[in-house]
């Protein structure tokens, strides 16, 4: 990779003391900071940078064999200086720019048209709501807003906000949003569409916040950001409902385990990676959910009479839902509270033939499972696999240990290891 000579000599503009990981634009181009710092054998300094769009990108975060920052793409990368960047803009800045700009021209004065000219009036009440301080719904969509600006600055220009968007702009982390919402004490509505690297969750109450957009968004962090919302009425996750791919929640256990997660954590779910979420799988996540943290719960405070029941703050902040789905289903027995240990998948794994003995057409579908799973979680599987919506499952299995005898799998609470269940035995699927 070679930095083009001419630019050597440019002067840098001013670059933020705290520009790593801050969001940029250069020549139309979004990214984010990665470094800053010389590049030998060039003189000054330079602004490492991960593209939005990998094909803007030269090289991986390497020049002359020596890593300055890593990209999740081997050609994301670049060295740019800070005079061809723009750090963005404040939010009232961009308010200002985009709402008053040439309002107080605008009133009273005169046009021509056709052969004619005429007086501009009439116009005063339209300016008037177009005053910063009088709006009630603020769209800055693609405005480059990437900070709050001067303190309480907000909150004295526009206090009105009910409504806010701020799509597509140089937002770079959850703290950023934070010091910008917080000054919105009216505020109900937050569009954050396409702002790929809010991260560092804010430690701020959203007391009025009822509708919340996010695509494109750290999925997890939303969903334990949500605790701070609690007139939350619509959470709109849409990186869910049309897949978890490549998505690094799918990476804190197994398949099948974070989507139970996903829909004991989020009530109102009914689809997920493209799959509807049945009532009988809803009602076995929120049972499972129950269980597993049901250790949790207690050492946090939690008791079963409800007088007493007094989890920590702490707790219900990182399950919101906790205290709703133990009214709903009951406190957990005390033998059933699972204790958490670290998943070791590979001790875990078993290999499983599922064969339908009732419907030839279907060919046995071989899976590794983890001994760990509950039937419940089996059944969810199988209905996916053999696409079986509304159908009433039953499980039996057998194992070459006991040729010619089939064994009945009928709690959906207990896990497969609780039925003795080894690798290379062959579990037959019948529905109704």
Known sequence: MKIREEEQSGVASEVPEDATGRRLTCEGERATVRYVGPVPPTTGSWLGVEWDNPERGKHDGSHEGVRYFTCRHPSGGSFVRAKKTSFGVDYLTAVKQHYEAGLDEATGNEVTIATKTVKMVGFESIVEKQRVENLKEIVLTNCEVSGPGPENEIRENTPNAVSLDLSQNLLSSWKTVAAITEQLEQLQILRLKHNPSLHNLPCVLYLRLEVLLIYHGCLWQVLQCASMWPKIEELFLTLVQLSCKNNPLMELEDHETTRQLLIARISQLEKLDKSQVLQQERRGAELDYCKKFGRQWLHAGGHK????????????????????????????????????????????????????????????????????????????????????????????????????????????????????????????????
């Not at 039953?394 to 690798?423: A, V």
Request: proline content about 8%; glycine content about 4%.
């Open 305 to 432: 009479d409800p007088d007493r029941n007094k989890p920590s703050a702490e707790f219900t902040a990182q399950h919101p839902r906790y205290l709703a789905l133990i009214q709903k289903y009951g406190a957990p027995e005390e033998d059933e509270l699972k204790e958490q240990k670290p998943f070791a998948l590979k001790n875990q794994l078993l290999t499983v033939t599922f064969e339908c003995p009732e419907d030839a057409d279907r060919k046995p579908i071989q899976k590794k499972l983890p001994g760990s799973m509950i039937v419940q979680k089996v059944k969810g599987l199988l209905y996916r696999l053999l696409k079986l919506p509304g159908a009433e499952i039953h499980l039996t299995y057998t194992s070459s240990k006991m040729e010619g005898r089939e064994i009945e799998i009928n709690n959906d609470l207990k896990p497969l290891q609780f039925y003795s269940i080894e690798d290379g035995d062959r579990i037959l699927v019948r529905w109704s």
